[in-house]
T-cell receptor, first 114, second 113 residues
Framework: EAQVTQNPRYLITVTGKKLTVTCSQNMNHEYMSWYRQDPGLGLRQIYYSMNVEVTDKGDVPEGYKVSRKEKRNFPLILESPSPNQTSLYFC?????????????FGPGTRLLVL | SQQGEEDPQALSIQEGENATMNCSYKTSINNLQWYRQNSGRGLVHLILIRSNEREKHSGRLRVTLDTSKKSSSLLITASRAADTASYFCATDARSGANSKLTFGKGITLSVRP
């Protein structure tokens, strides 16, 4: 089954404790991205990757890091989480960036930073 | 930056009625897409309409695009309780060799049984 998976689905952590949210897709997609969703603000793109070893900032990259060492995986790293990073996070992928026919979304990771 | 702006922000209708949702955007686009999100879950792609298309259908969905007015509408006919969800428009705007998908803030649709 074609899908995007994220782990963990729920996470409660404390300020400053490094965490990683994993994202994996099984569709051989080149393009992957991370979004955060906040009430009243909709979805905002954090980082995206056009292919292996190619990443770039989205609209709200501050406080986040990503890596793309393999085509299927695109982890989101919070080196020192802060309460304003409490949010619902989505990973998404599409075949290529130039032809964003459809973005496939993961189920989401709900993060609470205390 | 937010490009697509949906209207209304919330819509409540009776089962069987039609639901119309609108999206306006600011810059030229390659295509416009509509997504649905059930509460707390990932977004699901519904339909894509290209900039050179004016209308598209998929089952009970009808999407129109007016590039002169920079607006799109999503019509769900004969709504069902299961259509209760948030709906987002997303615009795909090209910048050089790259294209960027930008989501609006969403419309909350409630369909009363």
């Amino acid at each position: 089954e074609a899908q995007v998976t994220q782990n963990p689905r729920y996470l409660i952590t404390v300020t400053g404790k490094k965490l990683t949210v994993t994202c994996s897709q099984n569709m051989n997609h080149e393009y992957m991205s991370w979004y955060r969703q906040d009430p009243g603000l909709g979805l905002r793109q954090i980082y995206y990757s056009m292919n292996v070893e190619v990443t770039d900032k989205g609209d709200v990259p501050e406080g986040y890091k990503v890596s793309r060492k393999e085509k299927r995986n695109f982890p989101l790293i919070l080196e020192s989480p802060s309460p304003n990073q409490t949010s619902l996070y989505f990973c998404a992928s599409s075949l290529t960036q130039l032809y964003q026919e459809t973005q496939y979304f993961g189920p989401g990771t709900r993060l609470l930073v205390l | 930056s937010q490009q697509g702006e949906e209207d209304p922000q919330a819509l409540s209708i009776q089962e069987g009625e039609n639901a119309t949702m609108n999206c306006s955007y600011k810059t030229s686009i390659n295509n416009l897409q509509w997504y649905r999100q059930n509460s707390g879950r990932g977004l699901v792609h519904l339909i894509l309409i290209r900039s050179n298309e004016r209308e598209k259908h998929s089952g009970r969905l009808r999407v129109t695009l007016d590039t002169s007015k920079k607006s799109s509408s999503l019509l769900i006919t004969a709504s069902r309780a299961a259509d209760t969800a948030s709906y987002f428009c997303a615009t795909d705007a090209r910048s050089g060799a790259n294209s960027k998908l930008t989501f609006g803030k969403g419309i909350t649709l409630s369909v009363r049984p």
